[in-house]
């Protein structure tokens, strides 16, 4: 009886520990499952995360391969520069890469890379012919943009290596040049009215503070107002500017660039002229037919040259008169579409222009027209054609010569320069 009941007992244990036996392998197996589940929800939560950085990233960029053929006149006076009467040809190129992420809702991080090497400051061109050689990437462009409008409606920072923020064209500022500083716009709109105000502060020259140079370092003081107005007849745009140098005359300038004919009045590398650029700029775009019209105009004056005041230490070695001070173009522009996205779209533009010595900073000003730099007028039209999106063919035509005589009756005039474009954006 008691060895039945014995039995019974160890049947009832052997079943009741198959059971939670059998329980705990169900229960192992949810864990395990719910397991997987989250680490396939951790997974997707971190693809997410990703999905969600990448979106907040755009980048940009673009190539251009150009073949350039200057012709210069047989009489030009050699001035230092081994190609000064004779005709060039050069293939060349520019690569730019960047990106704009988008790290808060107020706030954008901007930068560039590209071509032209760390000492380029108005060219990203890069010339073929050096036996293959690897070529520099700089930085170009590193800045952060802050939407202030929580403070002030219409108001944006920026801090920096910055993109050029000015209504300009390229007499005072080459279209590849960027500042160093910070800047502050205020935008302003009122149905077909739209206003913007810009305050900028740029450091150009860090002093050397030693010798007899200066001790302040070389900075700009910009601001500008522009207006767009929108009319029966068409779109009026107008911007006044004011590029106020501080601590520019007697600094050595480390990118002057221009050959010595093109250069402001200098001593060496001393500037022998301060900077006070006025800047007064318009535009009015119409449509004529299907196409669209604009003519545009410039007007600069340096209001601060001074050059005679160098002289405490030896007259500029290279000024070729006082009160050099003026710039000036004027131009017109035909497209039939200004986006550029299909084949068969075009534009193209004319303009004349002409600056003196001491007009605008030789260092900063269009690189391509009259060699880059000042005492120079001349002729540039420019056409432009869509190959498909994104993709571009253009060529572009000078024809200019020195202001005046040059240095001791120097003589410098390039009647003719041909640029073939083709150029990828992406």
């Known amino acids: 009886m008691n060895r039945t009941r014995a039995t019974k007992n160890k049947n009832i244990s052997f079943f009741l520990g198959i059971f939670l036996l059998s329980f705990a392998g169900v229960a192992s197996a949810m864990t395990q499952e719910e397991l997987t589940q989250e680490a396939l929800y951790e997974k997707v939560t971190r693809h997410g995360k990703l999905l969600?950085?990448?979106?907040?990233?755009?980048?940009?960029?673009?190539?251009?391969?150009?073949?350039?053929?200057?012709?210069?006149?047989?009489?030009?006076?050699?001035?230092?520069?081994?190609?000064?009467?004779?005709?060039?040809?050069?293939?060349?190129?520019?690569?730019?890469?960047?990106?704009?992420?988008?790290?808060?809702?107020?706030?954008?991080v901007v930068f560039r890379l590209s071509t032209g090497g760390a000492s380029s400051n108005t060219s990203g061109n890069q010339t073929f012919g050096d036996t293959f050689a690897h070529d520099d990437i700089s930085l170009n462009l590193a800045y952060i943009k802050y939407d202030a409008g929580f403070w002030l409606k219409g108001l944006t920072l920026e801090g920096g290596k910055t993109k050029n923020p000015f209504m300009s064209t390229e007499v005072v500022w080459d279209g590849d040049v960027t500042f160093e500083g910070i800047n502050q716009s205020i935008n302003w709109n009122y149905r077909d009215t739209k206003a913007k105000i810009i305050f900028?502060?740029?450091?150009?020259?860090?002093?050397?503070?030693?010798?007899?140079?200066?001790?302040?370092?070389?900075?700009?003081?910009?601001?500008?107002?522009?207006?767009?107005?929108?009319?029966?007849?068409?779109?009026?745009?107008?911007?006044?500017?004011?590029?106020?140098?501080?601590n520019l005359q007697d600094h050595d300038i480390t990118n002057i660039g221009p050959k010595t004919a093109q250069r402001n009045a200098m001593n060496s590398n001393r500037m022998a002229t301060d900077m006070e650029i006025f800047d007064l700029i318009a535009e009015f775009s119409t449509k004529i037919g299907s196409k669209k019209f604009k003519v545009f105009g410039e007007y600069i004056q340096n209001i601060n040259s001074g050059v005679e005041k160098i002289c405490s230490y030896g007259c500029a070695t290279n000024s070729i008169a006082d009160d050099l001070d003026t710039a000036w173009q004027l131009g017109v522009k035909l497209a039939n579409?200004?986006?550029?996205?299909?084949?068969?779209?075009?534009?193209?533009?004319?303009?004349?222009?002409?600056?003196?010595?001491?007009?605008?900073?030789?260092?900063?000003?269009?690189?391509?027209?009259?060699?880059?730099?000042?005492?120079?007028?001349?002729?540039?039209?420019?056409?432009?054609?869509?190959?498909?999106?994104?993709?571009?063919?253009?060529?572009?035509?000078?024809?200019?010569?020195?202001?005046?005589?040059?240095?001791?009756?120097?003589?410098?005039?390039?009647?003719?320069?041909?640029?073939?474009?083709?150029?990828?954006k992406f």
Request: neutral net charge.
């Open 52 to 108: 969600e950085k990448l979106e907040r990233l755009q980048s940009y960029g673009d190539l251009r391969l150009r073949y350039e053929i200057k012709d210069r006149a047989d009489d030009n006076t050699n001035i230092g520069d081994g190609d000064a009467m004779y005709d060039t040809a050069r293939p060349r190129y520019r690569f730019r890469f960047g990106a704009k992420a988008h790290v808060l809702k107020d706030i954008d």
């Open 200 to 246: 900028a502060q740029y450091f150009v020259e860090e002093a050397a503070r030693s010798g007899n140079r200066p001790n302040d370092d070389v900075i700009i003081y910009g601001s500008q107002i522009q207006l767009s107005q929108k009319t029966g007849l068409g779109k009026f745009k107008l911007g006044a500017a004011l590029y106020a140098y501080d």
């Open 337 to 424: 579409s200004e986006k550029m996205v299909k084949f068969g779209d075009w534009k193209m533009r004319a303009l004349y222009r002409l600056t003196q010595q001491d007009a605008v900073f030789a260092a900063l000003n269009d690189s391509d027209f009259h060699d880059s730099g000042t005492n120079s007028k001349g002729w540039k039209i420019a056409l432009k054609a869509a190959l498909r999106k994104g993709m571009t063919f253009g060529y572009s035509f000078f024809s200019t010569e020195n202001e005046r005589g040059a240095l001791d009756g120097s003589n410098y005039d390039i009647p003719g320069v041909h640029q073939f474009d083709l150029v990828m």
